[in-house]
């Protein structure tokens, strides 16, 4: 079974300021996905950006990118130039790549707030 | 294009009785997840729908049920509530590619039920 772990429950930040939020995840598979979604008080959860394992390219989504090592099994997401409006709950997620397995496994969530 | 629509967005039941939440999935999509989102257990996978067909199954009692129907619309029933089901309800969709591969869910706002 897959396990995903974010270490940070809160952190908080200045506007204008680069932040990284750290996901570590367990896995003996090869082929998945990993994901960041962000969750404001809204609750509606949003993809933020996606990482296929078999890329080495670390994916970016204008101010959002992430640290992918797969060998060190981290999934880290960046963002830079934060705006109040990235204040919510984020959550990385693991889903397998095989097809017909398409469950997400989610981490405890890191709650993020952007100081004006 | 509309997103992942859920209703209702509220819902109160008196312990005892059963629920029905529905889910309409994005255009296309004919993949429907559904995750229930507690402070207690965070975000918890339920079942996933794929072609009317149910793949993939989480660790809820059988009281928790599910079904897609043709036009990929889904509907999750919850029978004989417990107080511990008071959760919030995220159904996702996704577009699965012809390889198999994934682009990541969409998540509706969720149904936050309360059962008293």
């Known amino acids: 079974a897959q396990t995903v772990t974010q270490s940070q429950p809160e952190m908080s930040v200045q506007e204008a300021e680069t932040v990284t939020l750290s996901c570590t995840y367990d896995?003996?598979?090869?082929?998945?996905?990993l994901f960041w979604y962000k969750q404001p008080p809204s609750r509606q959860m949003i993809l933020v950006i996606r990482?296929?394992?078999?890329?080495?390219q670390n994916a970016t989504e204008n101010r959002f990118s992430v640290n992918f090592q797969k060998a060190a099994k981290s999934f880290s997401l960046k963002i830079s130039d934060s705006q109040l409006g990235d204040t919510a709950m984020y959550f990385c997620?693991?889903?397998?790549?095989?097809?017909?397995?398409?469950?997400?496994?989610f981490g405890t969530g890191t709650r993020l707030t952007i100081i004006p | 294009k509309a997103g992942v629509t859920q209703t209702p967005r509220y819902l109160i039941k008196t312990r005892g009785q059963q629920v029905t939440l529905s889910c309409s999935p994005i255009?296309?999509?004919?993949?429907v997840s559904w995750y229930q989102q507690t402070p207690g257990q965070g975000l918890q996978f339920l079942f996933e729908?794929?072609?009317?067909?149910?793949?993939n199954k989480g660790n809820f009692p059988g009281r928790f049920s599910g079904r897609q129907f043709s036009n990929s619309r889904s509907e999750m029933n919850v029978s004989t509530l417990e107080l511990g089901d008071s959760a919030l309800y995220l159904c996702?969709?996704?577009?699965?590619?012809?390889?198999?591969?994934?682009?990541?869910?969409?998540f509706g706002s969720g149904t936050r039920l309360t059962v008293v």
């Open positions: 996702a969709s996704s577009f699965v590619g012809g390889l198999g591969q994934s682009y990541g869910y969409t």
């Open positions: 896995t003996s598979e090869s082929n998945y996905y």
């Open positions: 990482q296929e394992a078999y890329k080495q």
């Open positions: 997620a693991f889903m397998n790549g095989v097809f017909g397995n398409e469950k997400l496994t």
């Open positions: 255009s296309g999509h004919r993949s």
């Open positions: 729908y794929f072609s009317e067909t149910q793949r």
